[in-house]
């Protein structure tokens, strides 16, 4: 199993829906992971950071941890195409070493 | 404030030379990750430097990649005899302190050796 893993996509709503973006860990993340999102040929910019269990809210954005599961999803209500990009999922190790998933693409068709 | 900034923004090189890669990261933030990353791909760690610890090195694919950081603050990676596959662009990212804290990005360099 990978460190992160994400469904690569791509993952295709229509505009105004919610798009829901999952991500799995294995044991050797910690409890702190990110949402970044990453337009094509720019860098990654962070949108969320979640550490407890539950739901934290963002504006359009709701992450959601359960370490139970190990999965942390992204939820992105009322979805624009301006969303349209890669969200890259990422996690500590115990070590401080950031590790990433492979990102899922997401397009918002208008 | 002033985001992170890299440079340069786009480097070619030829098979064989060595590169220097530039990263000025965030006033105050003492942490500092390089990253590759290539077409269609994801990132993959490089190295990680925080404060005057000896840096994380455990991401660098070969002893032809170093890094260092001066002062606790700009930060070179070189590649030497720079191969095909090394093309990617480089990312660098900071942040306020290890462990917990969200990483920022610089706009990255593209390499390409030829």
């Known amino acids: 199993q990978k460190e992160v893993e994400q469904n690569s996509g791509p993952l295709s709503v229509p505009e105004g829906a919610i798009a829901s973006l999952n991500c799995t860990y294995s044991d050797r993340v910690s409890q702190s992971f990110f949402w970044y999102r990453q337009y094509s040929g720019k860098s990654p910019e962070l949108i969320m950071s979640?550490?407890?269990?539950g739901d934290k809210e963002d504006g359009r954005f709701t992450a959601q941890l359960n370490k139970a599961s190990q999965y942390v999803s992204l939820l992105i209500r009322d979805s624009q195409p301006s969303d349209s990009a890669t969200y890259l999922c990422a996690g500590h190790t115990g070590g401080f070493k950031t590790i990433f998933g492979a990102g899922t693409r997401l397009f918002v068709k208008a | 404030g002033a985001g992170v900034s890299q440079s340069p923004s786009n480097k070619v090189t030829e098979k064989g030379k060595d590169v220097e890669l530039r990263c000025d990261p965030i006033?105050?933030?003492?942490?500092l990750y390089w990253y590759r990353q290539s077409l269609g791909q994801g990132l993959e760690f490089l190295i990680y430097f925080q404060g005057n610890s000896a840096p994380d090195k455990s991401g660098l694919p070969s002893d032809r990649f170093s890094a260092e950081r001066t002062g606790g603050s700009v930060s070179t990676l070189t590649i030497q005899r720079t191969q095909q596959e090394d093309s990617a662009v480089y990312l660098c990212?900071?942040?306020?302190?290890?462990?917990?804290?969200?990483?920022?990005f610089g706009p990255g360099t593209r390499l390409t050796v030829t």
């Open positions: 990212a900071s942040s306020l302190d290890r462990g917990l804290s969200e990483q920022y």
């Open positions: 979640i550490y407890s269990n």
């Open positions: 006033s105050g933030h003492t942490a």
